[in-house]
């Protein structure tokens, strides 16, 4: 057995020396890792289910039921194009972080911390942490909402109970990554029930459905940014992360053929899961265009669908659809707030660990995250009510999709790199579909960035000294972020060895050196704490 593991060594890792040195990431036999046949069949594809299912969470979160919702009420269905166009760059972006992990043993944030100096790399990982906190902030809401709308608990003492979920997370772990990935595919497929079940109640027709679907639009004032807060909601930053490291939980035969089936049966694995996350999306928006342009709605539902938010969603559908209709909506977003949990603490766990070779107890981890989203969210929530709660979520979104380009561009130029993928880098077609898609994303960040600034200047009632000032700092800042996008798009990468896309004898034989040599933790015994078994004589 040592001998076999000593031939084919599986992954390659930084061990906390900044230089890209390199150490085995799976040594333990015994881990809990699922072990891929070397076989060529189309049966392996169930060995790599799993990852999709996590990652899609993130695109059904709290915070995408509440930008759908919105934008279902004030535009009916010329958003979901929206939708789709982000489902399908999600797709893209999501299948690179997931080829970065299988071809190289490293997930995203170590390849960072290896490429870029101290401080542009402590930068990138504070940020990273914003936008996981950013992330949490809507599950913890809608979680409280939830419990608001099935159990009339205030929403500010929802809020203290999401820390809960800490324990839940804890007890699923010590059962293993498979049964955790089958767990969260329960959930998704109950959120996915829930709103395929509202669908049939609120009945949208099919032809203004699927105009919205595939023309392009936006019409009115707030469209612009609502689409923004789509792109945020569907699209985040932490999610790289996270799917780069989760595919690192398979064990995948070492050769030209495996690594080529494990990244295309994880293209397969994903659209499955994002597609069937795209239809929630879908169904969210549709079912809220239709109630709220019914033409039997009482004046209080027409004003709730002004300013419509996760909470105002239930006793709007229950008045219009029934109490069933309400009920549904609640489990739905309680399921997707507690599951959205995982993938936030798995998240955060890898970027501290790949950015400053930190690990922290799992449950450590967990509570830190979640005291940092809750804190905000019950001010806001005891200040301002659920209104204010509902406006947070959106403020999140938007976060997150501002800070994407530093979690985008790094990815794109590891993906597009020969030294870091070898044989397995992306195509020009691919690179020039993905740096399309990345620049349109920036563009209209930084569109709507500029120009809600200025409008908030011209329109303020604010004195002239006031104005001027918030115009020097605010400009400022819009300097300092385009010269960060600047530096990351155009900054010259190091010149490395992808021991682990090289498959011929000579680089096999290093890669076995360098494994015996740096011997590293397990990154799956980080990620899944085993339970504690009694010593057999």
């Not at 798995?346 to 970027?351: H, I, N, P, S």
């Amino acid at each position: 057995m040592a001998a076999s593991n000593r031939s084919q060594p599986q992954f390659i890792a930084s061990t906390g020396n900044r230089n890209f040195s390199n150490a085995p990431l799976i040594q333990n036999a015994d881990s809990d890792q699922i072990v891929v046949p070397d076989r060529k069949s189309w049966k392996n594809l169930f060995s790599y289910m799993g990852p999709g299912f996590l990652v899609s969470i993130a695109y059904i979160d709290p915070g995408n039921f509440e930008t759908d919702l919105q934008a279902g009420a004030q535009y009916k269905y010329s958003l979901l194009w929206i939708i789709l166009v982000a489902s399908f760059s999600a797709l893209i972006i999501q299948s690179l972080a997931a080829n970065l992990g299988v071809v190289t043993g490293k997930h995203l944030a170590e390849h960072c911390r290896a490429e870029y100096p101290r401080v542009p790399n402590v930068i990138l990982w504070v940020l990273a942490e914003i936008a996981i906190v950013a992330c949490d902030i809507p599950e913890v809401i809608g979680t409280a909402f939830a419990l608001n709308m099935l159990f009339k608990i205030p929403v500010w003492i929802g809020v203290l109970l999401t820390g809960l979920s800490t324990l839940i997370l804890l007890a699923l772990q010590q059962y293993g990554v498979r049964k955790l990935e089958f767990f969260i595919a329960f959930l998704v497929f109950t959120i996915a029930t829930c709103f395929f079940v509202e669908l049939g109640y609120a009945k949208p027709v099919a032809s203004e459905v699927l105009e919205g679907l595939f023309v392009p639009q936006l019409k009115g004032n707030g469209a612009t940014g609502l689409a923004i807060s789509l792109l945020g909601a569907m699209i985040m930053p932490h999610n790289l992360f996270l799917h780069s490291a989760l595919v690192l939980s398979r064990k995948i035969p070492r050769s030209v053929r495996g690594i080529k089936e494990a990244c295309r049966f994880y293209v397969i694995e994903s659209a499955f899961a994002l597609t069937v996350a795209f239809l929630i999306n879908i169904s969210v928006i549709s079912v809220s265009g239709a109630v709220c342009n019914s033409t039997n709605l009482n004046p209080d539902d027409q004003q709730s669908c002004k300013d419509l938010d996760l909470n105002k969603a239930s006793f709007l559908l229950r008045n219009v659809l029934g109490s069933w209709s309400s009920k549904l909506f609640a489990i739905a977003l309680l399921a997707s707030g507690q599951s959205s949990t995982i993938t936030g603490t798995y998240a955060g766990q890898y970027v501290m660990q790949g950015f400053l070779d930190l690990r922290l107890t799992p449950w450590i981890r967990n509570f830190l995250t979640r005291c940092l989203a809750i804190v905000p969210s019950l001010i806001v929530a005891i200040i301002g009510g659920p209104a204010g709660a509902g406006k947070l979520i959106i403020i999140a979104s938007m976060i997150l999709s501002f800070e994407l380009p530093f979690a985008l561009i790094p990815l794109l130029k590891f993906t597009s790199s020969g030294t870091k993928m070898g044989a397995y880098a992306n195509s020009r077609v691919i690179s020039a579909i993905t740096w399309i898609i990345g620049s349109l994303i920036m563009g209209i960040n930084i569109y709507y960035l500029v120009s809600g600034f200025i409008n908030l200047l011209l329109h303020s009632h604010w004195k002239l000294v006031v104005v001027v000032f918030l115009g020097i700092f605010g400009f400022s800042g819009i300097a300092v972020y385009l010269a960060a996008i600047i530096y990351l798009v155009f900054r010259k990468p190091k010149e490395v060895t992808p021991l682990l896309a090289l498959t011929t004898p000579d680089h096999q034989q290093m890669a076995d050196d360098t494994v015996n040599n740096l011997p590293r933790e397990d990154i799956v015994s980080m990620q899944l704490p085993q339970r504690a078994t009694p010593d057999i004589d």
